[in-house]
């Protein structure tokens, strides 16, 4: 690079720091950032999240997926968390439920189909917030995937619709059963969009915390949100459990979108990106390919600079999400053809443990402890394929 260039690409650096820290600022003038002193310690144990709970074998955010996962010996457990029409929060990956849900072919919901705008895309289905939670609890769980997933499709019917209480009353019981702490990752699901409706999720998120005593310093709690202002407000409002930023390979959180401003989780993802995100949150999760990119021929390529750029400012990193079917999985580690086949996962999540990751969702939690455990076993090596 010519003087120049380091002159200019130096000049942008600082430029892009100024810019993203008046943007990304304390969110109450009146409240300094914490400095994201939310009680984490570096140095705890590789963390296996349980993406959607178990949702490799059982239909998504079900008390059933939370529990497995448990059982399978996760971590943490992860909660999408989305507003009731009567302000309940439930646990859906987006508001938007026919996916998940038999809502469809549900007469009695049928005028409730709509269309609506959320963060820019136009949906058209069944949305949380026009249900009550008596009203959202009479439907049934069903798979996603169910292409990908065809046994898990077996459990279509079977389970309702946990609410966030639910979810952290079964963190409780099975913490006690397995005398282990089970956690729980908890994120707030288009906040900006719920604000505007009048359904602000933190408020019930921290009461329904502050209900089951998790408020604390050392609660086993971590909140995430792929935008900033709500991860900013309640740093501001003095949440005690650590904050995730999410963060994505390609477009721009919401509210910065809804402000108006340019900034992109690309920026986010700089060193100088990082270093603003680390005076309100204690972690990133990113993509998993911001981490360690794909290849042009679809295999994984080598690391980025991610993690020593996240670490270098006391951010953890837990990337998402690792699948272990063929169709999630770099090329070279495919097992045949059929993309819902079980490929070689264990080589892709070790690369990444070994890449310095400090926990990963994942929506086979026993894939996720197993290669934890093989890497931290450094004499325990993988036969190489055939
Ligand atoms: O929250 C981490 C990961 O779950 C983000 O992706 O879309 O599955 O919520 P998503
Ligand atoms: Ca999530």
């Given at each position: 690079?010519?003087?120049?260039?380091?002159?200019?690409?130096?000049?942008?650096?600082?430029?892009?720091?100024?810019?993203?820290?008046?943007?990304?600022?304390?969110?109450?003038?009146?409240?300094?950032?914490?400095?994201?002193?939310?009680?984490?310690?570096?140095?705890?144990?590789?963390?296996?999240?349980?993406h959607r709970g178990a949702?490799?074998?059982?239909?998504e955010h079900t008390l059933?997926?939370?529990?497995?996962?448990?059982?399978?010996?996760?971590?943490?457990?992860?909660?999408?968390?989305?507003?009731?029409?009567?302000?309940?929060?439930?646990?859906?990956?987006?508001?938007?439920?026919?996916?998940?849900?038999?809502?469809?072919?549900?007469?009695?919901?049928?005028?409730?189909?709509?269309?609506?705008?959320?963060?820019?895309?136009?949906?058209?289905?069944?949305?949380?917030?026009?249900?009550?939670?008596?009203?959202?609890?009479?439907?049934?769980?069903?798979?996603?995937?169910?292409?990908?997933?065809?046994?898990?499709?077996?459990?279509?019917?079977?389970?309702?619709?946990?609410?966030?209480?639910?979810?952290?009353?079964?963190?409780?019981?099975?913490?006690?059963?397995?005398?282990?702490?089970?956690?729980?990752?908890?994120?707030?699901?288009?906040?900006?969009?719920?604000?505007?409706?009048?359904?602000?999720?933190?408020?019930?998120?921290?009461?329904?915390?502050?209900?089951?005593?998790?408020?604390?310093?050392?609660?086993?709690?971590?909140?995430?949100?792929?935008?900033?202002?709500?991860?900013?407000?309640?740093?501001?409002?003095?949440?005690?459990?650590?904050?995730?930023?999410?963060?994505?390979?390609?477009?721009?959180?919401?509210?910065?979108?809804?402000?108006?401003?340019?900034?992109?989780?690309?920026?986010?993802?700089?060193?100088?990106?990082?270093?603003?995100?680390?005076?309100?949150?204690?972690?990133?999760?990113?993509?998993?390919?911001?981490?360690?990119?794909?290849?042009?021929?679809?295999?994984?390529?080598?690391?980025?600079?991610?993690?020593?750029?996240?670490?270098?400012?006391?951010?953890?990193?837990?990337?998402?999400?690792?699948?272990?079917?063929?169709?999630?999985?770099?090329?070279?580690?495919?097992?045949?053809?059929?993309?819902?086949?079980?490929?070689?996962?264990?080589?892709?999540?070790?690369?990444?443990?070994?890449?310095?990751?400090?926990?990963?969702?994942?929506?086979?939690?026993?894939?996720?402890?197993?290669?934890?455990?093989?890497?931290?076993?450094?004499?325990?090596?993988?036969?190489?394929?055939?």
């Open positions: 690079m010519s003087r120049t260039s380091r002159l200019s690409a130096a000049v942008l650096t600082a430029l892009l720091a100024v810019l993203l820290s008046l943007v990304v600022a304390p969110a109450s003038s009146a409240t300094p950032p914490s400095g994201a002193d939310h009680g984490v310690d570096p140095a705890e144990d590789l963390l296996v999240i349980g949702s490799g074998y059982r239909p059933a997926s939370y529990e497995l996962a448990a059982r399978m010996g996760a971590d943490y457990i992860e909660c999408d968390a989305v507003s009731t029409a009567d302000a309940v929060l439930v646990c859906r990956h987006e508001n938007e439920i026919s996916g998940t849900t038999d809502v469809a072919d549900r007469p009695e919901f049928a005028d409730r189909q709509t269309t609506k705008t959320i963060d820019g895309v136009e949906l058209t289905g069944w949305f949380t917030e026009d249900f009550t939670l008596a009203e959202l609890q009479t439907l049934r769980a069903v798979e996603r995937l169910p292409e990908l997933r065809e046994e898990n499709t077996l459990y279509d019917g079977l389970f309702a619709v946990p609410t966030l209480d639910e979810f952290l009353q079964l963190r409780a019981d099975l913490s006690r059963e397995l005398r282990r702490e089970i956690g729980a990752y908890i994120e707030t699901k288009h906040p900006t969009y719920f604000d505007g409706i009048g359904l602000s999720l933190e408020e019930p998120l921290v009461a329904d915390l502050r209900e089951a005593d998790l408020d604390r310093r050392r609660s086993p709690v971590f909140l995430q949100s792929f935008e900033t202002t709500n991860l900013r407000e309640l740093d501001a409002a003095g949440v005690k459990v650590p904050l995730v930023q999410l963060l994505s390979a390609s477009g721009a959180p919401a509210d910065l979108v809804a402000a108006g401003l340019p900034y992109t989780y690309a920026d986010l993802s700089t060193a100088v990106g990082l270093a603003v995100i680390s005076r309100y949150a204690d972690g990133v999760g990113p993509e998993k390919s911001q981490v360690i990119p794909l290849a042009e021929d679809g295999t994984l390529g080598e690391p980025t600079s991610f993690v020593a750029d996240a670490h270098a400012v006391d951010l953890l990193v837990h990337p998402y999400t690792f699948r272990n079917e063929n169709e999630f999985l770099p090329a070279e580690l495919d097992e045949g053809t059929d993309p819902a086949a079980y490929g070689r996962a264990l080589e892709e999540q070790l690369a990444f443990w070994a890449a310095g990751v400090d926990g990963i969702f994942t929506d086979n939690p026993d894939t996720g402890v197993l290669t934890r455990d093989l890497f931290l076993d450094a004499d325990v090596e993988l036969a190489p394929a055939a």
